[in-house]
């Protein structure tokens, strides 16, 4: 784990990164397995903002077709299968039925889209656009009647804070001091270097760190760093635009999701979601409220609701929502008169000052994370010279060595050596952790070896890892970004889970205090 900054004020840098979602940890990574030092600090937890809030799809985004957007489309649809490759575990292959009926964009439109999508992204192992019966077939059930035939295309499901998590670990492997709940409260230039202030967010402590490179990853808060920290009081470049999902019980059995067309054009998607749930979203709508202020309206609750409804048999109330979440799109300001026609591609803007480099980033995706990262290295090597080559296209992110249809391979080589674990438990480990899960449980041999029990399969022995490798401080780290076990926790179990990290953390505070005090009486022995 990264050591401490406090103990590192001296230390300077090749790279400092301001903010730990896909984008800042994708860079950390990258920068780190290249040779440079890195540094980066997340104000909350990684993935907090944005990239937990996602509709967790990495897709070309058939969508922004019609937009002419064929650069953005070209690069997604090439990093779903790279991306797929590095991080099966928690990555996998998604097919997504478009229903079509009267009124909606014509069939042949969306032939020609979809023969598009197929060719544009070089597919070699994802299966392409089939025409799809939706009367007496088990995809069709859920469906309205008026719902006769569809079209059927691949893309790719992700689990978000995952990625942004597994990033922060093989960033942290590789040498980088990563930290959250640490805030850049103020950056400033001295002898060509940036200086930059943080604050930690729990305990108040302040510390400088010195670096040659800052990369502004702020996401939606990218104009308040500028504002805040670098006092440029005139930045407004991005235009947040929030989109929210909803959470309801089951609604299908199949594993297919839908992508369907609003009355007001707008695209949205029912997802089969964690086992037991199904996902449904998302909004489009300019977020004019503060930045940390991200939750959503009752308003887009019943819009998504009633879109679900033209689609589907099961009426979906306002009260079958059992979990919802918002995410504002941090989009580069182009001037786009509605939300939805604002540029998803990502914009990098750099700046030299007295010898020390700036790099803002502006919007993006998830699945452009890795591509966006190439970028911002390739600025990095510009100003301070090469140190590796490209290397993340062919690599594993941690627990994901395994082969793209392994998961079943996985699950059994768990089983085994794990039997007295639930199916539900292995198939979560497994889907979270990869082949990682067997470093976290290594020899544990029965269920009692795994100590406390939470409730939903989660055993203290997952929950110390959670501390010590993965950065968790909160039980809202634990059940929301490290996991979804959320979803199925009691407010009882919460509490249970919030008193133990209360303790665990009075306990650690306590020692490392013994511990002062005994290395102060041996200075003074
Ligand atoms: P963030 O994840 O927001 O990270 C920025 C981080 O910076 C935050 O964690 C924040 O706490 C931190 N920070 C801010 N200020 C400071 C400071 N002063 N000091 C330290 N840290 C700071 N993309 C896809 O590819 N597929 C999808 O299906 C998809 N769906 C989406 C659906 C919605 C509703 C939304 C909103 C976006 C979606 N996206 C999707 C886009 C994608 O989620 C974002 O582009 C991506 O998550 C942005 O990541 P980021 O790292 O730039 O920002």
């Not at 990264?2 to 903010?19: C, L, M, N, P, Q």
């Not at 937890?45 to 990239?51: K, L, P």
């Not at 299908?252 to 199904?278: L, V």
């Not at 301070?384 to 249809?405: F, H, M, Q, Y």
């Amino acid at each position: 784990m990264s050591e401490s900054i406090s103990k590192k004020t001296e230390r300077i840098y090749d790279v400092f990164i301001a903010g730990g979602g896909v984008n800042g940890t994708g860079v950390a990574r990258d920068a780190a397995g290249r040779g440079y030092t890195v540094c980066l600090c997340e104000m909350n937890d990684f993935a907090s903002g944005t990239s937990s809030n996602s509709t967790k799809l990495i897709h070309g985004g058939l969508r922004y077709l019609e937009y002419y957007k064929f650069r953005l489309v070209q690069e997604s649809l090439k990093e779903r299968e790279v991306l797929l490759k590095m991080a099966p575990h928690i990555i996998w292959p998604m097919r997504f039925i478009l229903p079509h009926s009267k009124g909606m964009r014509p069939a042949w439109l969306l032939r020609l889209g979809l023969a598009l999508y197929d060719h544009l992204g070089f597919r070699k192992i994802l299966p392409g656009t089939s025409h799809v019966k939706l009367n007496n077939s088990e995809f069709g059930l859920p469906l309205k009647s008026n719902f006769k035939f569809g079209y059927e295309y691949s893309d790719c499901w992700v689990d978000d804070s995952r990625l942004v998590i597994l990033n922060a670990i093989d960033a942290s492997s590789k040498g980088a001091n990563i930290q959250n709940y640490c805030k850049v409260i103020n950056v400033e230039k001295s002898n060509s270097l940036w200086s930059i202030t943080t604050k930690d967010s729990i305990d108040g402590r302040e510390n400088v760190i010195k670096a040659k490179c800052f990369v502004n990853a702020s996401g939606p808060w990218v104009d308040n760093v500028l504002q805040d920290s670098f006092s440029k009081k005139n930045s407004n470049h991005v235009r947040l635009v929030r989109g929210s999902h909803i959470v309801v019980k089951k609604i299908f059995n199949h594993d297919r999701s839908y992508i369907c067309q609003n009355e007001d054009g707008r695209i949205f998607f029912i997802i089969p979601y964690e086992d037991k749930f199904t996902l449904i979203g998302t909004t489009d709508i300019d977020h004019d409220q503060s930045v940390n202020e991200v939750e959503i309206s009752e308003k887009e609750k019943k819009y998504i609701c009633d879109s679900a409804n033209t689609y589907l048999n099961a009426e979906i109330k306002l009260k079958d929502i059992v979990w919802s979440y918002s995410g504002v799109r941090p989009l580069y300001d182009d001037g786009a008169s509605m939300a939805q026609e604002a540029t998803r591609d990502y914009v990098i803007k750099t700046s030299r000052e007295d010898s020390a480099l700036m790099i803002n980033i502006f919007g993006g995706k998830i699945t452009t994370y890795r591509r966006l990262s190439e970028s911002i290295l390739e600025h990095i090597e510009e100003f301070l010279g090469k140190r590796g080559n490209l290397w993340t296209e062919k690599s594993s992110l941690p627990g994901g060595d395994i082969a793209v249809d392994g998961q079943i391979d996985l699950n059994n080589k768990l089983h085994m050596k794990y039997p007295f674990l639930t199916e539900e438990t292995i198939k979560r480990l497994a889907r979270s952790y990869g082949t990682l899960s067997f470093e976290i449980f290594s020899d544990s041999n029965s269920i009692e070896s795994l100590g406390k029990n939470f409730g939903s399969g989660l055993y203290e022995k997952e929950v110390k890892y959670l501390i010590i490798k993965e950065w968790s401080r909160t039980s809202d780290d634990i059940l929301f970004r490290r996991s979804k076990l959320g979803l199925s926790f009691s407010k009882e179990e919460i509490k249970r889970l919030d008193q133990y990290l209360d303790d665990f953390f009075k306990t650690k505070k306590s020692n490392s205090n013994n511990n002062k005090l005994t290395s102060n009486i041996a200075e003074t022995a």
